[in-house]
């Protein structure tokens, strides 16, 4: 089972971490790579969390399934805090 603790998730992330950028970015980065199986050059053109983007992380259009997948990604340090519904705008 993978450990997505804070400290553990941050060094899982890090050889996709983007200067300038969060480390919710790198680990939704990581996401695409390890788990959609997406090639690391898609990747930066998917992930597009900045200022502005009303909680859209990431969007991945699937010609495949002919789909749009949006992602919201966010990290917490405290493994007691949990996530609403609330952040999408």
């Known amino acids: ?11 899982i992330a ?5 200067p300038g950028r969060e480390e919710a970015s790198a680990f939704l ?4 790579v390890n788990i959609y199986r997406l090639d690391i050059i898609e990747v930066q053109d998917i992930v597009c969390d900045g200022h502005g983007d009303k909680g859209i992380d990431g ?24 996530l609403g519904d609330t952040q999408l705008k």
């Not at 890090?14 to 983007?18: I, M, R, W």
């Not at 259009?61 to 990290?75: P, Y």
């Open 59 to 82: 969007i991945y259009v699937n010609e495949i399934e002919e789909c749009i997948d949006i992602f919201q990604s966010k990290t917490v340090q405290n493994p007691g805090k949990t």
């Open 14 to 18: 890090q050889p996709y971490k983007v």
């Open 1 to 11: 089972m993978l450990n997505l603790d804070y400290t553990n998730l941050v060094q």
């Open 29 to 32: 980065s990581w996401f695409l």
